[in-house]
């Protein structure tokens, strides 16, 4: 059901958007703000006047523009042409060429998108600026979620940014640095002492009972549309010249449905003569939608038995999408155990300067286990986002690289303890 909050009105109809399309029937929608569900249960895409957006967008006049965030690509958002782009500065994360980790890969072009430098350090505030975007226009006061961490800090941190309430629903075991961002932007927090699925539906309730703005991504299909602009940002970064793969985490499929959507975007308009594979990487512990691929079957829950929280989704809400964007793309699936995500965090790091948490580093991680196995061709270019920053989680980071020398102030100490761990100083 829509939320209780009221729609300013007809005339304010978008001119880009057609209208909203359940991905299972094929029912179609009025694209409203509070638009949610389909009927029949499936989740709806947002189906694009592509003949009017070549119209209005090109890559000369997109080139000029000075608005470096993912409000760059209005003309491809699902907004009223009046509506504010939310006051923190979402998206045009760096993408830096790693020619180090690209040799020690074995491929011969590596780039990562470090999408943890987002506002709250998640890619998750992709969707959560567009949530809060839709919530303006639908008159809403209050939004809410539920999360296993990066996606209820994101909505707090946008939220509080634009005045409006939030109630965010998060499972026990989440990091406690998102519990701490999500307390210091002032969100309502509830724990629930249960797994994500407990979390999800409790939220839901509390939703339909008090009419708050819905920002879980499994029900407004807003949000995809927010993440997608990282794929938007990947080809215009890239000057438009698509990679051979892109990989990334994947837990309830909200990600790679959007990164696969913004993709689709750009080549029904013209704007890239091809598409990309993608890499769908899981952990090991928590991978129902690539065990469905995997195997051919219906995918069905797992338990979420993985240190990557934000990806420990074990009944992912956006399957339908997910593994639609995974087969259309001939995409690629990789599981990886806990350690091997540590490894790669580690690698990430002292290789390319960039921290990750863990499952931000999961992508990274699936594209060295692919590169191992001979699956990546050697002359391959790839990009591999990172969705997470470490900070989020510096229990597992620590675990993963150890803990820092630690001795008096006395130099003969220091030598020892170098000769100790094996360090050759020059």
């Known amino acids: 059901m829509p939320c209780s909050c009221q729609w300013k009105g007809k005339e304010d109809k978008m001119k880009n958007v057609k209208y909203g399309k359940c991905v299972r029937c094929g029912k179609t929608y009025e694209a409203v703000p509070n638009l949610t569900n389909c009927s029949c249960g499936g989740i709806l895409d947002i189906v694009y006047d592509y003949d009017y957006i070549k119209e ?5 006049k997109l080139s000029k523009r000075e608005e470096r965030s993912m409000w760059r690509y209005r003309e491809l958002l699902p907004v009223e042409e009046k509506t504010p782009a939310p006051p923190l500065r979402v998206g045009w994360s760096p993408l830096y060429e ?5 040799g020690e890969l074995g491929i011969a072009k590596l780039y990562v998108k470090d999408d ?9 505030d992709r969707a959560s600026s567009m949530a809060v975007a839709k919530a303006g226009e639908a008159g809403a006061k209050v939004i809410a979620c539920s999360s296993t961490g990066n996606a209820a800090s994101s909505l707090a941190g946008n939220a509080a940014a634009a ?12 990091p406690k640095g998102k519990v701490a961002q999500l307390m210091t932007f002032g969100a309502t927090v509830v724990s629930v002492q249960g797994s994500y699925e407990d979390t999800f539906e409790l939220s839901k309730q509390a939703i339909d009972k008090w009419g708050w703005y819905n920002r879980n991504a499994a029900i407004n299909p807003y949000l995809s549309e927010g993440k997608k602009t990282v794929g938007l940002e990947i080809m215009e970064q890239l000057g438009w010249k698509v990679p051979d793969y892109i990989a990334i985490s994947v837990g309830d499929g909200c990600t790679i449905a959007g990164l696969w959507k913004g993709l689709k975007d750009l080549y029904a308009i013209g704007f890239i003569d091809r598409l990309p594979r993608l890499i769908s990487a899981q952990a090991s512990g928590c991978c129902p939608l690539n065990r469905a691929i995997e195997t051919g079957e219906d995918w069905y829950p797992m338990e979420e038995n993985t240190l990557a929280d934000s990806i420990a989704v074990g009944v992912p809400r956006n399957a339908d999408k997910a593994l639609m964007a995974i087969r259309e793309s001939n995409g690629l699936t990789v599981n990886v155990s806990d350690e091997e995500i540590m490894a790669a965090q580690k690698l990430l790091g002292s290789s390319c300067g960039v921290f990750g948490e863990p499952a931000g580093v999961t992508g990274t ?4 286990k692919l590169c191992e196995q001979g699956k990546i061709p050697a002359d391959a270019t790839v990009v591999s986002v990172v969705t997470g920053n470490g ?13 820092p020398i630690s001795i008096p102030g006395d130099m003969d100490r220091l030598m020892q303890a170098f000769a100790e761990r094996g360090i050759a100083v020059s």
Do not use: H, M, Q
């Open 56 to 60: 209005s967008l090109t890559k000369e």
């Open 98 to 102: 790693a020619p180090r980790l690209a």
């Open 116 to 124: 943890g430098l987002n506002p709250t350090a998640s890619l998750k």
């Open 163 to 174: 005045g409006l309430s939030t109630y965010i629903f998060v499972p026990s075991r989440a």
């Open 365 to 368: 991680a699936g594209l060295k």
């Open 391 to 403: 900070l989020k989680d510096v229990e597992n980071a620590i675990r993963s690289c150890g803990e």
